[in-house]
């Protein structure tokens, strides 16, 4: 695999919007600010999280973020958790998936996310809370103390390397026409396996690691797939989350955390 990001080979195939105005999105809203309004705007900037509640976000720094970004990529999410986490205004460009020239021009390949911060360019979803957390430390995305800090890093290296094998490889199976086979088993099994192990993470403590960060921007977007999709998410990646992680009565801890989750503000 290239990269956690890069090992991906289903595809988000949506709208093209381009948005020259600030848009921050819950499920049931989307504040837009024109151009002007927006500069206005950037201290503080108003989203709306998920249950209605107004929550100001504020930058410290002078630069403004812009966030390329595919609907219902769940990469992309990470990175939406991670901004409003740390309260900052960005603004997104929505890339249409069949006209990748936008990302081409400003980062060099075809994949989102892609954050610009002045004259910054980084891609890669895990790369990108990285860069938040040096730019914003506070509140922060990863534990101050070296052990723990090093086991969230395991974690994500864990994740995007191991984790996303199983239903990558499921989704690229089904998308070449092959029936169900002992191999599409096999790894079903092994991804709902797997399940046990956030379980365990979850036993005692409302987030992954403790104090809400970088583990649970990374596998929220992923895992919720096991409680809900959207009506009109087409995409096979998903389809395979949402039909082969079954939560049962031994998944509480689970199940509360997705909700819990799935209750903060995004952007």
């Known amino acids: 695999m290239a990269g956690p990001d890069v090992a991906r080979p289903h595809r988000d195939r949506h709208y093209l919007i381009w948005v020259s105005s600030q848009s921050v999105r819950s499920s049931s809203t989307s504040v837009r600010l024109g151009p002007v309004a ?8 108003v989203i709306r999280d998920r249950n209605g509640a107004g929550a100001l976000l504020q930058s410290p720094c002078t630069s403004m973020l812009r966030l390329y970004r595919f609907p219902y990529s769940t990469n992309v999410d990470r990175v939406a958790l991670a901004l409003a986490h740390k309260g900052l205004a960005v603004e997104s460009v929505v890339i249409d998936p ?56 395991v974690f994500l290296d ?3 390397r191991a984790w996303k094998r199983e239903p990558n490889l499921i989704a690229a199976a089904i998308e ?14 092994r991804l709902q396996r797997r399940l046990e192990l956030f379980e365990g993470l979850l036993t005692g403590r409302d987030h992954l690691f403790g104090a809400f960060g970088a583990a649970d921007c990374a596998a929220w977007p992923f895992l919720r797939y096991a409680v809900h999709i959207e009506p ?3 995409e ?19 199940r509360a955390w997705i909700e819990r989750v799935g209750t903060r503000p995004t952007v």
């Open 98 to 153: 069949a006209d990748r020239t936008p990302l081409r021009e400003v980062s060099g390949q075809d994949l989102v996310p892609v954050l610009v911060d002045g004259t910054q360019v980084v891609i890669d979803s895990t790369r990108i809370m990285r860069h938040l957390e040096q730019r914003n430390p506070e509140p922060p995305l990863f534990p101050a103390e070296p052990a723990a800090r090093a086991e969230v890093e």
């Open 232 to 234: 009109d998410d087409d």
């Open 176 to 189: 070449r026409g092959e029936p169900e086979n002992e191999d599409i088993a096999r790894w079903g099994d």
């Open 38 to 45: 927006f500069m206005q705007a950037v201290l503080p900037a």
């Open 236 to 254: 096979v990646f998903h389809q395979v989350l949402h039909e082969r992680m079954v939560l049962g009565d031994g998944h509480a801890n689970l």
């Open 158 to 160: 864990w994740f995007n």
